[in-house]
């Protein structure tokens, strides 16, 4: 889940590789390209899947929709509202959307451990968040100020995007489909889903081999390898704790945007980084195993099978 994290840290960046290339384009081109490749890797699986996943195709089709929303939401999010800011709102709230989901709809609770890792997480974001608008607007005046404002709504569209396709591919997974079957349909159909979107707006993509390696770029390393790691991650962890590990994409395209693109963080934003690093050190720091006490007068040497009958 980090790996997927860092390499989806690069898609603001490289983003910025081709100022021709709306954000439209660009998140068609991502999503809809790595999704399709995905579904082409995953085809046996998902021929050996079909029934499992024809039963469960409410959950594949909400899936695929909010694959088709996601890169639309996000790219253009961090077009308005800057790399740093679009990639903090869009996943660095995901997390509250992906625990809400799993606790309406899957009654999950959620732990301490968790609850402590978000707060610090959001902290840092709201931290960030604030020192981005606060100095794009001491920049550039009330003009920016709105399309900022703009941004980190379509920002926390895009979260809710996130959220929702990465708890449809968790259920499908706890469901005994196969990660890459799972993967490769919800993002194959919703790659499917952002072909008219690419046709209309991908013009630019081709009119140069820069713009060309940028789109590959992006549907090739973030979008298909990173992805193919996520859904790895999921076979193992709940969608919330995966959209919380996440954490660290918009910590990584902050520290690109300030290295790579030269947009300055105020001293703020440097906080919302650190708390952000914190939240993920308190989420994956792994916790000692407790050893358990036996009771006055129980044997110690029965078998765990004895013990469980008893």
């Not at 390499?7 to 590789?17: D, I, K």
Request: with cysteine; aromatic share 6%; net charge positive.
């Amino acid at each position: 889940m980090l790996a997927a994290s860092v390499l989806w840290g690069t898609t603001g960046t490289a983003a910025t590789f081709a100022p021709a290339v709306g954000p439209l384009a660009i998140g068609a081109a991502a999503m809809g390209l790595g999704g399709l490749l995905q579904a082409l890797l995953a085809a046996p699986q998902i021929t050996d899947s079909v029934a499992g996943l024809r039963e469960r195709r409410g959950t594949v089709l909400l899936g695929a929709a909010s694959v088709a929303v996601y890169p639309l939401a996000f790219y253009s999010s961090m077009h308005l509202a800057g790399v740093a800011v679009g990639t903090v709102v869009s996943i660095g709230t995901a997390p509250l959307a992906s625990a809400l989901i799993e606790r309406v709809v899957d009654g999950r609770r959620l732990t301490r451990r968790w609850l402590l890792a978000a707060t610090l997480g959001l902290l840092g974001t709201v931290l960030l968040c604030v020192a981005e608008a606060a100095h794009a607007t001491a920049a550039t005046g009330r003009s920016s100020l709105s399309a900022t404002l703009l941004g980190i709504g379509l920002g926390l569209v895009a979260a809710a995007t996130y959220a929702l396709y990465s708890w449809a591919a968790h259920r499908l997974i706890t469901r005994r489909i196969p990660s890459r079957a799972a993967m490769g349909a919800v993002f194959g159909i919703g790659g499917l889903l952002l072909l008219p979107v690419l046709a209309i707006t991908g013009a630019p993509l081709v009119a140069s081999w820069p713009n060309a390696a940028v789109g590959a770029y992006m549907a090739l390393v973030p979008m298909l390898v990173g992805y193919v790691l996520f859904g790895w991650g999921l076979a193992h962890v709940p969608a919330s704790t995966a959209t919380t590990l996440s954490l660290l994409e918009p910590a990584v395209a902050a520290l690109l945007a300030v290295l790579v693109v030269g947009e300055r963080l105020p001293a703020a934003g440097w906080a919302g980084i650190a708390l952000v690093v914190t939240c993920l050190a308190v989420l994956t720091t792994p916790t000692p195993a407790r050893r358990a006490r036996n009771p006055v007068g129980h044997d110690s040497n029965r078998s765990p099978k004895t013990a469980d009958a008893v």
